[in-house]
C-alpha cells in the first residue's frame, strides 16, 4: 500500500525460495540445517502437539509434534557461540 512502511523481518536468515515463493522456516528437525521445519499448509490434518526447540525450550510450531531434538532457528544460529 501507498504511504505504509513495511517491517523488515525478524529473520530473514530463516527463509527459503520453494514452490516459487518464499517459505519461512520455524526450526529444524534434530538440529539438521537440511531437515526445515516449515508452515503448515492449509487444509492439512495434523496433530495438536507442540515442537519445542530441545535446546532452550522454545515453541517452534504449536502442531505437527512430537518432534524429538528439533531445534528452533535463534539456537541453530547461535550454535557456534
Known sequence: MAGQASLPSTN???E???GGKMTE???YYG???TKPILPTKRGTITTHAFILCSQC???IK???GPAFGA???TCM???GE
Open 25 to 27: 522456516i520455524l526450526g
Open 57 to 59: 525450550g522454545a515453541a
Open 71 to 73: 531445534w528452533c532457528v
Open 16 to 18: 527459503i525460495f520453494r
Open 12 to 14: 530473514m536468515a530463516a
Open 31 to 33: 538440529g539438521d540445517i
Open 62 to 64: 504449536s502442531n505437527g
Open 77 to 79: 544460529e547461535n550454535q
